[in-house]
Every structure is written in C-alpha cells, then in structure tokens.
C-alpha cells in the first residue's frame, strides 16, 4: 500500500511527505522531482520549451510507474490526479490524501519558496490561485480519501494527522 498527497502547489506534499514517509518507514518519491531528475530539466523549462500537453504525458509515465510500486509515500504534482489515467493508476495502489491550503496561505508559501511556477507566471497570482483552485477542487475532492487543510498547521502535524487518518 502507498499513501499518494496530492493537491495545489504550496499545500507541504513534499515536506509533509518526506516527514510522513520517515515515520512510516516508507521510501518517498516526489514525481515532480523525478520528472526534473528524468529530464534534466526544470519542469519550467519543459513548460515553457514543450507546452503543458508534453509535461503531462511525461507525468503520466512517471506516475504509472510509481504507482506499479508498493510501499510508498508519494508527493505528486498540482495537476497529477486531474487526469483520469494518472488518479486510476494511484487508486490501485494508495490512500489518497488530499492537501489543502487557503489561497493567500498558498501564495505566501510558494513566494516564499522562490524559484519560478509556471502556472502562476502572471501578473494577479493570487487570482490564479483562486481560479485553478475552484477549476480543480471537483477534481480533488472526487479522487480523496482523506483531506487535511494545512493552513493552520506546520508538516509535522499534518503528519500526525495523516497517520491518525490511514490507521
């Protein structure tokens, strides 16, 4: 069994999972992560090089072959389970865990992070956010098991959380 976060860019899948995959003594993969290993290329790079269309159908072969894997934490990407093939593939194999954040907490975070987004490359990021986030959330909603809003919360909670949750 793996345990699959997805959700919106800036919600902590990464850090939540890497804690999360330690205290279940679980190996962790980032798909996005993977896909810039594969690559050798920034996932900006491949957006802006080879359109949206091209980045998805490299995640989808990156997520098809994790999810074959068992025993597992893994962080997918804010469009990941958008794509039905991508959510059936992952549902075979994990718990679903749906991250959620607040739109201003979101734009704080990644902000803060540094580095460039390709989704929000634009002038009203907040704006963005929003609307990415209400075109999804059916989306999201749909392909979860469990969903944790981390606003409020720091990963080491979440993770607790989470655990409390799968168990």
Known sequence: MNV???GFM??????VGRMLAEKLGLSFVDLDEEIVSRTG???ESIFQEDGEERFREIERAVTKEYSAFDGQVIACGGGTVIDPENLENLRRSSRMVLLTAEAEVILERVE???G???LLNVDD???KIRSLLTKRWPSYVEAADIIIDTSEYPPHVVVSIIIENLE
């Open 4 to 6: 699959a976060l997805f």
């Open 112 to 114: 803060a992070e540094g």
């Open 125 to 127: 990021r907040l704006g």
């Open 41 to 43: 290329r920034s996932i």
């Open 116 to 118: 460039v987004r390709p």
């Open 10 to 15: 800036g919600v902590g899948k990464s850090a």
